[in-house]
């Protein structure tokens, strides 16, 4: 069992930054891919930004390439989403997940979830 804790969510004018934290404890933190995820009001959970269990590769989706960055740093069990130039559309409720893969983009790959933080960008 891998247990997760976001913090870090807030509401923030359009153009500012946050910095998302994902604490994780249980089963060895190194030995798992780390995923965001983030749902709005009325979509679906959509793919933010994933890093590789050692932290060397990252993928982001389209929406957030540029403006976003994840890190991973296993020595402190916590995984991170650094977001720039926030805009209205980024408001969402943010999770972050934990895969045993290598790395993953799909949720279905996630086994371990965190209960989210909410992010609210304003105009």
């Known amino acids: 069992q891998v247990q997760l804790v976001e913090s870090g969510g807030g509401l923030v004018q359009a153009g500012g930054s946050l910095r998302l934290s994902c604490a994780a404890s249980g089963r060895t933190f190194s030995n798992y891919a780390m995923g965001w995820f983030r749902q709005a009001p009325g979509k679906e959970r959509a793919f933010v930004a994933a890093?590789?269990?050692?932290?060397?590769?990252?993928v982001y989706a389209d929406s957030v390439k540029g403006r976003f960055t994840i890190s991973k740093d296993n020595a402190k069990n916590t995984v991170y989403l650094q977001m720039n130039s926030l805009k209205p559309e980024d408001t969402a409720v943010y999770y972050c997940?934990?895969?045993?893969?290598?790395?993953?983009?799909?949720?279905?790959?996630?086994?371990?979830w965190g209960q989210g933080t909410q992010v609210t960008v304003s105009s």
């Open positions: 890093i590789s269990r050692s932290g060397g590769s990252t």
């Open positions: 997940a934990a895969a045993q893969f290598p790395i993953a983009t799909m949720s279905r790959n996630y086994d371990y």
